[in-house]
């Protein structure tokens, strides 16, 4: 067992930040817990560290029920989205915080302190400040600062959210990397889902204080319990009173029964792919995905009129309908 | 825009010129007239035991009025900055109460409540402390008139830190004593500085408040303001030039201390030295969530 939470409830004045929610978080794994801004992501993150407290419910680590242990207790190592790096001390000083609260001896805690600062490629910086690193250096310093303690957990509140798109690709590819090495039971928060499903192996879609939906990143992209999950994990559009992706919709130049008429809005080059928007006659807007030998084939051009046929729908209130 | 070369000249002639008449020519002349006759009168007037012990009591002022406002000022701030509650607005409000109110109301007050027949004073005298007319109650008027500094200048710096690198350091297993020394402390340690050097300017120049409680007996109750206004007042002006002197290079060496501590912590913590691209984008980008 790595992380449970029972039943937690959370709520900020009028705000219902945490409502009932139920999670559970295999040992080892590496979880995301997806969703919007004011989903209640990050007041989950926060309780599970016991740096909120709940309502009601339970959080348990490891086995042992630790709602009622204050954080610093709790043997969490917890990274921030804007690092929360102690501007005073260096870099070697920030790592070493935790084992000099833990009264460990000198020699160790410099043996120690250097073997993780050459895990996050920092090992030059140690005499560096906060304010001399880049962004993406601070969080890898704050990453072994978390990891010095050798805590039971890790948990990441948006740890890339800060930093800009390159960096942020860098930097899940390492912690994806980083924690098959060292397989520490990880939650991390996001509200990106292309980094949950690249970094994740487990994702938690949270909405309105609620869980909507936890599963694999295919579970989720194909068989979304709801409408919410379906457009969150994925784009979507709806025709014919379902919902479908935009590269499950197939273009005919020629009409069919099973095909709306569409007219071609505008057409987007996005390097490989192509975006092309229709609106259909009741003038709901639509788009598809294609590639360019599909585009080139087609010889599309704007304010032509075609047929969309949707190969794969979805519809919340039955099941699935696969189209032949 | 930049301001043409005369416009640039003329505002540096007003300013300087401004200052000049309001601050540096009183300043100045005080320093003409103490050393007009070189350095023998005014080292004379400063040696003698009324005026030694004055120095004496304005330093033991500062040596109780600053350690006592500035515990009371860093748990103050720490308590109206972090833990909200209905009565900060009070609590603020009272802490402002001395540079609202003029030093010789403070020092009368006292009066009313330490004197004989004062709510504290009758009990208190049949217990053996006398309040008035000795030093505990000019440490009162003292503490009293320089409570806010270490607060006001405290608050904006512990918003400004936040809770992450707090609560950061509890999930690192510190407990609140070691997060306060280990984390919050050094965080605002230059706005603690910025409130001490007020406080003790304040306590060094404090005249009103003191006067009423002191009663200003010459060798005894009297600090250095004081001995300056009664000298002023006995036409012993080389007394009062030589003490104003004194009471001017103390508030120096207090500014002196603190800017020379203030670069050894710079040259300590070198500064911010731009060393990849991201680092700036990081910061700009900054959004919550």
């Not at chain 1, 190592?77 to 000198?106: D, E, P």
């Not at chain 1, 969150?232 to 709806?238: P, R």
């Not at chain 2, 409540?113 to 440490?139: D, H, K, N, R």
Request: charged share 20%; net charge negative.
């Amino acid at each position: 067992m790595g992380i449970a939470v029972e039943g937690a409830c959370k709520r900020f004045g009028d705000f219902q930040a945490l409502d009932n929610v139920s999670i559970d978080v295999p040992d080892g794994s590496l979880t995301a817990l997806l969703g919007p801004s004011g989903s209640g992501k990050s007041t989950l993150l926060r309780a599970i560290a016991g740096l909120e407290d709940l309502d009601a419910g339970r959080v348990t680590i490891k086995g042992e029920d630790a709602t009622a242990k204050p954080a610093q207790k709790r043997e969490v190592g917890f990274v921030f989205q804007h690092y929360a790096a102690f501007k005073h001390m260096t870099v070697f000083g920030n790592v070493a915080f935790g084992l000099k609260i833990r009264k460990q001896s000198k020699g160790q805690i410099e043996s120690r302190v250097h073997e993780l600062l050459r895990l996050v490629q920092l090992d030059g910086l140690a005499e560096r400040y906060p304010d001399q690193l880049s962004g993406g250096q601070r969080q890898r310093m704050a990453l072994a600062r978390a990891l010095a303690v050798e805590p039971q957990v890790l948990l990441l509140d948006e740890p890339f959210g800060a930093l800009d798109a390159k960096v942020r690709k860098d930097l899940r590819t390492w912690l994806r990397r980083l924690h098959d090495e060292m397989h520490v039971t990880t939650i991390f928060v996001t509200h990106d889902q292309e980094e949950a499903m690249d970094v994740a192996e487990q994702l938690v879609v949270m909405n309105e204080g609620r869980v909507e939906q936890s599963g694999s990143a295919d579970d989720l992209y194909d068989h979304p319990a709801n409408e919410f999950v379906m457009s969150f994990v994925g784009e979507v559009n709806q025709l014919g009173g379902a919902f479908v992706r935009p590269h499950d919709i197939q273009v005919e130049l020629d009409p069919d029964e099973r095909a709306e008429e569409a007219m071609v809005q505008r057409i987007v080059a996005l390097g490989f792919e192509i975006r092309v928007e229709f609106v259909l006659a009741d003038g709901t807007e639509v788009w598809a995905q294609l590639t360019r030998a599909e585009l080139q084939k087609l010889e599309l051009r704007e304010g032509q009129i075609v047929y969309l046929r949707p190969d794969r729908t979805k519809s919340f209130s039955g099941d699935e309908v696969v189209a032949a | 825009m930049t301001p043409t070369p005369t416009a640039k000249w003329g505002l540096r002639t007003l300013a300087f010129g401004y200052l000049g008449l309001l601050l540096l020519a009183p300043v100045g002349m005080i320093f003409y007239k103490t050393f007009e006759h070189g350095i023998g009168p005014p080292v004379e007037a400063m040696t003698s035991p009324d005026a030694l012990h004055a120095i004496y009591l304005t330093l033991l002022m500062v040596a109780i009025a600053v350690p006592v406002n500035t515990v009371f000022g860093v748990g103050c701030a720490l308590l109206l900055v972090r833990h909200k509650w209905k009565g900060n607005a009070i609590v603020d409000g009272i802490i402002n109460l001395p540079f609202a109110v003029s030093p010789v109301v403070i020092g009368l007050s006292l009066f009313l409540l330490y004197g004989t027949g004062g709510w504290f004073g009758s009990t208190l005298s049949e217990l053996g402390f006398q309040v008035l007319f000795s030093i505990p109650g000019m440490a009162l008027a003292s503490i009293f008139v320089s409570l806010p500094f270490v607060v006001r200048e405290t608050v904006p710096v512990l918003q400004e830190i936040g809770t992450e690198q707090e609560q950061a350091a509890s999930t690192l297993g510190a407990n609140a004593w070691q997060t306060f020394w280990r984390i919050t402390l050094p965080s605002i340690r230059w706005g603690v500085a910025y409130g001490v050097v007020l406080t003790t300017a304040r306590v060094l120049g404090e005249f009103g408040a003191v006067t009423i409680v002191s009663g200003s007996i010459s060798g005894e109750t009297e600090t250095l303001p004081l001995f300056v206004g009664k000298s002023f007042e006995q036409f012993d002006e080389q007394s009062a030039y030589a003490g104003a002197i004194v009471l001017a290079l103390l508030a120096l060496t207090t500014l002196l201390l603190m800017s020379i501590g203030g670069r050894k912590a710079k040259a300590g913590s070198s500064g911010p030295i731009p060393i990849a691209g991201d680092a700036a984008i990081a910061t700009s980008t900054k959004e919550g969530s």
